[in-house]
């Protein structure tokens, strides 16, 4: 297995440092290797420094354009070397979904910082942590990329919290996903916005794809631009405003007061009739079993998501370069399925890229 470690290394893009001074202001004073103004840009938004609030956000995640960005802050306290900072971030960018492992190592760089009140030791460990995938010191902890699979990063949110509060509603975001739909999620707490929507792609396990996830989003023409490229996603959002912009998703989470609201264009597509009630009492009832962890749950939706495909088996046939599975619509219709379950079919098809063009 040694083989595989150098190409887990290959997956760190860059490192930054973000300042606030006495004076208050915010400035980005160095990363290694360069970046570009766009991302930089973007890191200023998304680190809390420049917030209005001054809420301090310790750990911060998302992607831009399929790179994803770890941000953590702190506050320098008196007895640290840096005596014209007040506060100073982090900023980690990578090409993996890893929230745990990248806010272990931004911990050891801010340790670094605060005791040498210089980059060079942060860019040596970066360095080691690059080539080698490890970096060792004494007193400010030591980081081993290997210990962070990216499996734990997936299952590390809780299915069960989503089922207690939404309930049967959970189907409502399962369909959303398995059909590839644009899901909004707000709350004024960046926190709950991550934590909630880092779980929901476990929810179509047999993708594996965390790609969809944009865990913090601002409404800034840049970032939407972005965002609207992408055919389906999961976006979290702190600005209310953003439940009024119905261009943006297909369903809205208004996480503060527990509500899901399927957008009207997406009506037709997401009409739920048996077949998802079956599938909502399953969630429920596998979640609220208190017997089961929360991969159990992500399991036994999964099997009930591969027995969905097998309904689709019957009524696919190879298309006629031979490349791939299409569906025959015309045997669909013939076995009468209830025309919800029918629709359902239909459109996973169609999520699935398999409808003749």
């Not at 030591?142 to 299915?159: E, M, P, Q, T, V």
């Not at 309930?167 to 991550?194: F, N, S």
């Amino acid at each position: 297995m040694a083989a595989a470690e150098p190409a887990d290394t290959q997956l760190m893009l860059g490192v930054g440092l973000i300042e606030k001074d006495t004076n208050g202001e915010v400035l980005w004073v160095w990363c290694y290797p360069s970046t570009t103004a766009t991302l930089r840009n973007l890191l200023l938004r998304k680190c809390c420094l420049t917030d209005e609030s001054k809420l301090l956000h310790p750990f911060v995640f998302g992607q831009y354009r399929r790179t994803w960005f770890y941000i953590t802050t702190v506050e320098v306290p008196d007895s640290s070397v840096l005596i014209k900072v007040t506060h100073f971030s982090i900023v980690l960018t990578a090409k993996d979904f890893n929230p745990e492992k990248y806010a272990a190592f931004t911990r050891i760089l801010c340790r670094m910082y605060l005791k040498h009140g210089s980059p060079v030791k942060m860019m040596e460990s970066y360095i080691a942590v690059l080539t080698k995938g490890i970096c060792q010191s004494e007193e400010n902890g030591s980081f081993l990329s290997k210990d962070f699979d990216a499996r734990k990063a997936y299952l590390a949110g809780s299915i069960k919290d989503i089922v207690s509060q939404f309930g049967m509603e959970t189907v409502i975001l399962h369909t959303a996903l398995m059909l590839k739909k644009r899901i909004v999620v707000y709350h004024p707490k960046i926190e709950a916005v991550q934590e909630f929507t880092r779980t929901l792609p476990a929810l179509v396990w047999h993708r594996q794809d965390w790609t969809i996830l944009h865990s913090y989003v601002h409404l800034h023409a840049e970032e939407l631009e972005a965002l609207q490229m992408c055919p389906g996603y999961i976006a979290g959002f702190v600005d209310l405003e953003v439940s009024s912009r119905s261009d943006l998703y297909d369903v809205f989470v208004n996480l503060a007061d527990s509500e899901i609201t399927i957008a009207p264009l997406a009506k037709e597509a997401m009409t739920m009739g048996k077949l998802h009630k079956d599938i909502g009492q399953l969630i429920v009832q596998s979640a609220e079993d208190p017997e089961k962890s929360d991969s159990q749950v992500i399991q036994d939706i999964s099997l009930k998501t591969r027995e969905i495909f097998t309904n689709l088996e019957p009524f696919s046939e190879v298309s006629g370069d031979g490349e791939k599975l299409v569906l025959n619509f015309e045997a669909l219709k013939q076995r009468r399925f209830p025309p919800a379950t029918e629709n359902f079919l239909y459109h996973l098809a169609a999520a699935e890229q398999m409808l003749k063009i």
